[in-house]
């Protein structure tokens, strides 16, 4: 049998299938195609503007590792004039960051690219091995998803930058996108979906040129060029909410290859529909989204690994039974009506005011700096409680709570705070 052509050039023999289409081609053209739909996604969203200083967000993973090698052959390519740099974060996990750290050292080397490393303990006090030991693995990913933000804003103005790029794809957009919808969570919908997220409160804004790259598709341009990248992943993250979301994906994606592009889309369709005031965002001049930085990815109460968040069987019949119990005892319903007034079944819900929808108001944490729609940030609300010895204490990550709603981040506005203490 005759080998099957590459689908563009129609003269090598296709060696790669592309999990996005199927579509079969030949590795130089799947390199090249690779590269044109990154570019064509960097200049439809004009990320970049000449001369500017970016920071790339490197973990030393494929993502990252993919970002770097990309952006610095499309800058030389197309003439960007961008000045490149690695920015990494040290979350001080033994036996996975440490090694990691030691493929980005090389990719600094390899790509000629500056590097700027960032410690949770020289800005926390704490690493995540210390975290874990405390609180234990179950919402580890809450503390390590704020401090991560926070981080890499704190070294974009160490190094004087503006900009940061991450390695978020396809997968990880859509992953978000399902967690948001199995929450309810419209305003983290809104902001995850787009490719540029800033704010008029921060001087540092954030971008992902791979958004519309199937992680699959990163790992064969990864395997094809021969990049040199770290393929452990983190000990902490299989207790993860989103481990869930992303075997659901994955799921999916095996059905229909396009459903990883089919739910990235939707969800840019449904955040359109989203009002501004609920997700703290705004049109810019270019017809984009002005969103608001989301302070970490945290965990409900029924996320990371909790008991809370998994089913244990059983939960649609009990529903099923329950119902069949409201059913027999509305005959037994007696129904009483004050002279004057006539009552219905639904008459509680006439006098209910409309919700008012809250505006986030975007400013700085009292105590560290840090961009915060409260006094404090949820980052030095987490150290408090770790530094006192209470870390399971919960705290409101949702942007649409009520006014007086008596939250943790409510009672820590009444702490007298000193602004040149940092925790």
């Not at 000990?235 to 869930?244: N, Q």
């Given at each position: 049998m005759?080998?099957?052509?590459?689908?563009?050039?129609?003269?090598?023999?296709?060696?790669?299938?592309?999990?996005?289409?199927?579509?079969?081609?030949?590795?130089?053209?799947?390199i090249t195609?690779f590269?044109?739909?990154i570019h064509?996604?960097?200049?439809a969203?004009?990320?970049?503007?000449?001369?500017?200083?970016?920071?790339?967000?490197?973990s030393?993973?494929k993502?990252?590792?993919v970002?770097?090698?990309v952006?610095?052959t499309?800058?030389?390519?197309y003439?960007?004039?961008?000045d490149l740099l690695?920015?990494?974060?040290?979350?001080?996990?033994?036996?996975?960051?440490?090694?990691?750290l030691?493929?980005?050292?090389?990719?600094?080397?390899?790509?000629?690219?500056?590097?700027?490393?960032?410690g949770?303990?020289?800005?926390?006090g704490?690493?995540m091995?210390?975290?874990v030991e405390?609180?234990?693995?179950?919402?580890n990913?809450?503390?390590?998803?704020?401090f991560?933000?926070?981080?890499?804003?704190?070294?974009?103005?160490?190094?004087?930058?503006?900009?940061?790029v991450?390695?978020?794809?396809?997968?990880?957009?859509?992953?978000?996108?399902?967690?948001?919808?199995?929450r309810g969570?419209?305003?983290r919908?809104?902001?995850?979906?787009?490719i540029?997220?800033a704010?008029?409160?921060?001087e540092?804004?954030?971008?992902?040129?791979l958004k519309?790259?199937?992680e699959?598709?990163?790992?064969?341009?990864?395997h094809?060029?021969?990049?040199?990248?770290?393929?452990?992943?983190c000990?902490?993250?299989?207790?993860?909410?989103?481990g869930?979301?992303?075997t659901?994906?994955?799921?999916?994606?095996?059905?229909r290859?396009?459903?990883?592009l089919?739910?990235?889309?939707?969800?840019?369709?449904?955040?359109?529909?989203?009002?501004?005031?609920?997700?703290?965002?705004?049109?810019d001049?270019?017809?984009?989204?002005?969103?608001l930085?989301?302070?970490?990815?945290a965990e409900?109460a029924?996320?990371?690994?909790s008991a809370n968040?998994?089913?244990?069987g059983?939960?649609?019949?009990?529903?099923e039974?329950?119902?069949?119990?409201?059913?027999?005892?509305?005959?037994?319903?007696t129904?009483i009506?004050v002279?004057?007034?006539?009552?219905?079944?639904?008459?509680?819900?006439?006098?209910?005011?409309p919700?008012?929808?809250?505006?986030?108001?975007?400013?700085?944490?009292?105590?560290?700096?840090?961009?915060?729609?409260q006094?404090?940030?949820?980052?030095?609300?987490?150290?408090?409680?770790l530094n006192?010895?209470r870390?399971?204490?919960?705290?409101q990550v949702?942007?649409e709570?009520?006014?007086?709603?008596?939250?943790l981040?409510r009672?820590?506005?009444?702490?007298?705070?000193?602004p040149?203490q940092?925790t």
């Amino acid at each position: 049998m005759a080998p099957t052509p590459c689908a563009l050039c129609e003269t090598a023999r296709a060696l790669i299938i592309r999990p996005k289409n199927h579509q079969k081609l030949c590795k130089t053209c799947f390199i090249t195609l690779f590269e044109t739909e990154i570019h064509n996604t960097i200049t439809a969203n004009s990320l970049f503007f000449p001369g500017e200083r970016v920071a790339i967000g490197a973990s030393g993973g494929k993502d990252s590792t993919v970002l770097a090698s990309v952006l610095k052959t499309l800058n030389e390519r197309y003439n960007y004039c961008l000045d490149l740099l690695l920015l990494s974060i040290d979350e001080g996990i033994k036996g996975y960051r440490d090694d990691s750290l030691e493929t980005v050292k090389r990719n600094a080397v390899q790509y000629d690219m500056p590097l700027e490393i960032v410690g949770y303990d020289e800005l926390y006090g704490w690493t995540m091995d210390q975290v874990v030991e405390q609180i234990g693995k179950k919402g580890n990913c809450t503390y390590c998803g704020v401090f991560r933000r926070q981080a890499l804003d704190r070294g974009a103005a160490r190094l004087g930058i503006k900009h940061v790029v991450t390695g978020h794809n396809a997968d990880d957009i859509a992953e978000t996108v399902m967690m948001n919808l199995l929450r309810g969570d419209l305003p983290r919908l809104a902001r995850a979906t787009s490719i540029v997220t800033a704010s008029a409160a921060s001087e540092t804004k954030r971008s992902k040129p791979l958004k519309y790259a199937y992680e699959k598709e990163i790992v064969l341009y990864a395997h094809h060029k021969g990049l040199d990248y770290f393929t452990t992943e983190c000990i902490y993250s299989p207790e993860a909410f989103r481990g869930s979301a992303r075997t659901l994906i994955k799921n999916l994606e095996r059905v229909r290859s396009s459903a990883i592009l089919d739910i990235v889309r939707s969800g840019e369709d449904m955040a359109k529909l989203v009002p501004a005031e609920v997700s703290g965002g705004r049109r810019d001049g270019r017809g984009g989204k002005d969103i608001l930085i989301v302070e970490g990815e945290a965990e409900g109460a029924g996320g990371c690994g909790s008991a809370n968040g998994r089913s244990s069987g059983g939960e649609m019949a009990d529903m099923e039974k329950q119902l069949l119990e409201d059913e027999s005892a509305q005959d037994r319903e007696t129904e009483i009506t004050v002279k004057g007034q006539k009552h219905g079944r639904n008459c509680r819900n006439l006098n209910k005011m409309p919700r008012k929808l809250p505006k986030q108001q975007m400013g700085k944490c009292a105590r560290c700096g840090y961009l915060s729609s409260q006094d404090i940030c949820k980052a030095c609300i987490l150290l408090e409680g770790l530094n006192k010895n209470r870390p399971k204490t919960q705290i409101q990550v949702g942007v649409e709570e009520e006014e007086n709603s008596p939250t943790l981040t409510r009672r820590m506005e009444g702490l007298n705070i000193i602004p040149d203490q940092v925790t």
